[in-house]
């Protein structure tokens, strides 16, 4: 009898015991988009080591893949920005920047490289590498087993994008002159011309250097050249300026990438072999495997692109967009994703995370989306890039379009942000004004950009509630709200700080975001509501969108901060390679470097968040950004084949001395 009770209060203590913590689990997590093939940046660099092919990307990361595309991530975000690769042996790369690093291709682990010397410009073969710093620094030859260096090579203080191939080193002066240097004396052997482009490419066998020139506009061209003598043994003309050039280890195929397609040829007369169609977006790098079976592309799509030699077959195969996420909308059923790196646009459905229908292509250069539950909006150019289009479609189906009226000085209006109106219309921004459709896509109202002593003022950024009755435009530090359906200006005042922003579902309020942190404005005063400083590095990636009416979410660096305003706190969570923004309901979606989309759930990700206390931003630089770029120098040298070798070819170039502005700070 008392064993009885005892197992009676036993169980009934089990069933009031409180339960376990667990992890909130994400059941509607997804990706939209085969990861295979894809890097989390643009590929600066391809090496092929055993049966990997190793890629390296301007943002620093390191990623390996076997001949179906799977993928290894080995480092990510090792460096900010890297300059130049080289291989360390089998098992290992030294990528060139701010702070040189090893990476260790086994292990996935990296290392700072400690050359005590600076590493901006880089190659290596064997035990031996080519160092250079900033521009006007000359290339050293440093020996990578005593870690120590060597002699500099003659009058290399403006040469870039060094090479070595066999004892002999390569490098060009962009848009003027490649020359070839004596590793084991630092004497220049030759000098060449070099066009509008810094493409060029020499032979394992020292016999022919391929470059690009430019024999006049509109025409393009890649000349062969016999070193020894400077003979000119093939001219392969384009219509288009070559991005890339590579020679295949038996020194008997040349291949050449240029805009969309990439030609194969017969080395040395240049008779042609095969035209592959290329990618899109710009190329950064072409190479041929040691046996000559593979040719590899990299660029700004985040792709990379590799064909058998044997037959020319093409081993990539990619859904999806191409290059970083730039831009996402999502309602109801249909996500649509717009990426930077081939201008693409993809409509996806959210209940399979299949793609619907390629809204973009070869042609159709695409600039803006937007989707409601119904209609998809598409703002690109066509024939060309001489027409601006905006199209409505339907699911997989366009249900009709409008040719958009050229801008100032008769250039093509391009639309850098649209959106649905209620009733059926559209709204659109291009160069700095508000532009309002009807249903039946007739210009109904328009407003003007605000006063600029710009030449070209800024297209500005733009953000709108669904029914477009409250539309935010950002533009020459001025801050317009307006009412698309009773075509009104709600407010218009200065906001000097810049970035990107979002209004609210409501229309009440408009966020920004900027390397300082979040601002949250008034939308019908423009006043200050509250703000949030980001404790991290500045990044250039930088996006914001609301959830709901309350919580606005940025991207700051590799992590998601939600904010309600008001708050003492926010929540911060992981987000690598994120670069844009959307919301529907509990579900964030996440568009990303390597083309991708990721969803999750909101409420998942905050279980595991952290918590930031909530300090204001500091206040911005009024004058910040208003300098601008300056641009100048040559546009390519008139000097062609071979040069005399008497030259020096590296003086430096008075059209980038250093300027001085004025009216800067504000005198």
């Not at 799977?70 to 130049?84: F, N, Q």
């Not at 260790?104 to 590493?119: C, H, I, Q």
């Not at 641009?631 to 040069?643: D, I, P, V």
């Amino acid at each position: 009898m008392c064993r009885s009770v005892v197992f009676v209060l036993l169980a009934l203590a089990a069933c009031h015991r409180a339960p376990a913590t667990t992890p909130t689990r994400d059941t509607t997590a997804a990706v939209f988009g085969d990861e295979a093939w894809r890097t989390p940046g643009s590929i600066d660099h391809i090496d092929f080591v055993g049966d990997r092919i190793v890629v390296t990307t301007d943002d620093g990361s390191v990623v390996a893949f076997d001949r179906t595309g799977a993928r290894r991530v080995l480092a990510e975000d090792v460096l900010p920005w890297v300059s130049g690769t080289g291989r360390l042996g089998e098992h290992a790369l030294l990528l060139a920047g701010e702070r040189p690093t090893v990476v260790d291709l086994r292990a996935g682990t990296s290392r700072p490289f400690d050359a005590k010397l600076e590493v901006r410009r880089l190659a290596t073969a064997g035990t031996r590498a080519l160092i250079g710093g900033k521009t006007g620094t000359p290339l050293t030859v440093f020996d990578l087993e005593r870690m120590t260096p060597g002699i500099a090579l003659e009058q290399t203080r403006h040469f870039e994008e060094p090479v070595i191939v066999g004892d002999w080193a390569v490098a060009a002066r962009p848009q003027k002159t490649v020359g070839i240097w004596d590793l084991a004396t630092g004497k220049r052997h030759r000098i060449f011309g070099l066009g509008n482009t810094s493409a060029f490419a020499l032979s394992s066998d020292h016999e022919l250097l391929a470059v690009g020139t430019f024999p006049g506009q509109p025409h393009w061209a890649v000349d062969v050249y016999r070193v020894e003598d400077g003979t000119r043994t093939a001219t392969i003309g384009f219509a288009c300026n070559p991005d890339a050039l590579a020679i295949n280890a038996t020194s008997d195929r040349l291949a050449i990438a240029c805009d969309e397609e990439v030609r194969v040829v017969k080395l040395p007369g240049g008779e042609p072999v095969t035209t592959l169609p290329g990618t899109q977006a710009y190329v950064r790098t072409l190479a041929w495997s040691p046996k000559g079976d593979l040719l590899a592309l990299g660029g700004n799509d985040n792709i990379l692109h590799v064909w058998s030699t044997r037959d020319w077959t093409r081993l990539d195969h990619v859904k999806g967009s191409r290059g970083d996420v730039r831009e996402l909308d999502v309602a109801g059923r249909t996500l649509v994703s717009h990426a930077w790196g081939d201008s693409s646009a993809w409509l996806w459905s959210t209940e399979t995370a299949k793609p619907i229908i390629e809204l973009g292509g070869p042609g159709r250069d695409v600039f803006a989306t937007a989707t409601d539950a119904n209609v998809t909006l598409v703002a690109l150019t066509v024939n060309g890039g001489k027409e601006a289009v905006i199209e409505r479609w339907r699911g997989p189906a366009r249900v009709d379009h409008v040719v958009l009226p050229a801008s100032t000085y008769g250039l093509t209006a391009l639309v850098r942000e649209l959106g649905h109106v209620a009733g059926g219309g559209l709204w659109y921004t291009a160069g700095g004004r508000l532009v309002v459709l009807d249903q039946r896509l007739a210009q109904a109202w328009a407003l003007p950009a605000p006063d600029t002593d710009e030449l070209n003022p800024p297209d500005g950024e733009a953000s709108a509630t669904a029914d477009a009755r409250r539309v935010a435009l950002y533009g020459s530090q001025t801050l317009t709200v307006a009412d698309a359906i009773e075509q009104r200006v709600v407010v218009q005042a200065p906001y000097p700080c810049g970035g990107t922003h979002a209004i609210s579902p409501d229309g009440k309020r408009v966020a920004f975001v900027d390397d300082r942190g979040v601002t949250v404005l008034d939308a019908e005063t423009a006043k200050l509501i509250g703000s949030l400083a980001f404790p991290i590095e500045p990044t250039g990636d930088r996006a914001i969108a609301w959830s709901g009416t309350d919580v606005v979410a940025a991207v700051a660096g590799s992590r998601l901060v939600a904010w309600t305003p008001g708050a003492a706190t926010a929540d911060v969570m992981p987000a690598p390679n994120t670069t844009s923004l959307a919301f529907s309901a509990d579900h964030v979606y996440l568009g990303r470097t390597d083309g991708t989309v990721a969803r999750r759930s909101l409420t998942a990700l905050r279980a595991s968040a952290t918590a930031l206390a909530v300090k204001p931003a500091p206040a911005c630089d009024e004058n910040e950004d208003r300098a601008g770029m300056f641009g100048g120098g040559s546009f390519g040298t008139k000097h062609r084949g071979r040069l005399p070798d008497d030259g020096a070819y590296d003086e430096d170039d008075p059209a980038f001395a250093p300027m001085l502005f004025e009216g800067v700070d504000g005198d």
